[in-house]
T-cell receptor, first 112, second 114 residues
Framework: NAGVTQTPKFQVLKTGQSMTLQCAQD?????MSWYRQDPGMGLRLIHY???????DQGEVPNGYNVSRSTTEDFPLRLLSAAPSQTSVYFC???????????FGPGTRLTVT | AQSVTQLGSHVSVSEGALVLLRCNYS??????LFWYVQYPNQGLQLLLK??????LVKGINGFEAEFKKSETSFHLTKPSAHMSDAAEYFC????????????FGKGITLSVRP
């Protein structure tokens, strides 16, 4: 099992550009989430999904879109990048709502 | 709303000393509780978790935590710190329910002095 994979590992964007952060898991988990990690802020939930076709907003959803067309994949789209979106992004999955979450290695994004 | 508090942002201990990282949560019902560790430039790894049953939970790398309902706490301890324990530690709370979300504390950086 590869677990949770994320691509790319690093990305630099200019303000206004769009991009998609990829996340995939091979554990057949229903529950997937996207977090951003900023110094002194811990991890904050951006969006999450409880199954294919079902997504919902987390704590900091503005500027981000998600979709879940398959159980395995949960991409995060930045519509128009802003410097405030400079962060490290983590994708996570779990079998169900109360279960342990498995995290990917993260994507470090810089917006200039 | 559910919340989790980790007091302080940085803890420094000597190698061989006791490690104590504090975590308190706010809730009227017992949640699921987790401790995660993050080594530099890596993702988060589960150290231990409490869902139901025994309130003293043992995890990996010699860490353990005790759920105290009366104190709404879930402090992480290790009797003897190793240099390799230097990392950032996150407490997280998740309430029971099919679609409940995980809420993280702000994290504590543990330094271990030789």
């Amino acid at each position: 099992n590869a677990g949770v994979t994320q691509t790319p590992k690093f990305q630099v964007l200019k303000t206004g550009q769009s991009m998609t952060l990829q996340c995939a898991q091979d554990m057949n988990h229903e529950y997937m989430s996207w977090y951003r990690q900023d110094p002194g802020m811990g991890l904050r939930l951006i969006h999450y999904s409880v199954g294919a076709g079902i997504t919902d907003q987390g704590e900091v959803p503005n500027g981000y879109n998600v979709s879940r067309s398959t159980t395995e994949d949960f991409p995060l789209r930045l519509l128009s990048a802003a410097p405030s979106q400079t962060s490290v992004y983590f994708c996570a999955s779990s079998a169900y709502g109360g279960a342990e979450q498995y995290f990917g290695p993260g994507t470090r994004l810089t917006v200039t | 709303a559910q919340s989790v508090t980790q007091l302080g942002s940085h803890v420094s201990v000597s190698e061989g000393a006791l490690v104590l990282l504090r975590c308190n949560y706010s809730s009227s019902v017992p949640p699921y509780l987790f401790w995660y560790v993050q080594y530099p430039n890596q993702g988060l790894q589960l150290l231990l978790k409490y869902t139901t049953g025994a309130t003293l939970v043992k995890g990996i790398n010699g860490f353990e935590a005790e759920f105290k309902k009366s104190e709404t706490s879930f402090h992480l301890t290790k009797p003897s710190a190793h240099m390799s324990d230097a990392a950032e530690y996150f407490c997280a709370v998740r309430f029971t329910g099919a679609n409940s979300k995980l809420t993280f504390g702000k994290g504590i950086t543990l330094s271990v002095r030789p």
